[in-house]
């Protein structure tokens, strides 16, 4: 199956960090309002904190698909 090419321009990439940006604030707030509806208002740190890190990681892990891609690399293969 064939994966779609990202847009790899600057107008791209200042979308994608917009977007980031953006989905942040909402995991940030979901995850706060999470821990304060459970009752846990000392967690709400500790679960922001927690979704900044996933977060954080998964755009790296895109960051660095990207980076690859425009130094000419294919799309990662997937496992057979």
């Known amino acids: 199956m064939t994966q779609p090419i990202p ?4 107008e791209a990439d200042r979308i ?3 977007e980031r940006a953006a989905i942040q604030r909402l995991a940030r707030h979901v995850a706060a309002e999470a821990a304060r509806a459970a009752g846990y208002r000392d967690a709400v740190e500790v679960s922001v904190n927690f979704v900044d890190m996933v ?24 496992a057979p």
């Not at 847009?7 to 600057?10: E, N, R, T, W």
């Open 7 to 10: 847009d790899l321009s600057p």
């Open 55 to 78: 977060l954080r990681e998964s755009f790296a892990a895109r960051d660095a698909e990207l980076e690859r891609l425009r130094r000419g690399g294919g799309p990662p293969q997937p």
């Open 16 to 18: 994608r960090a917009d």
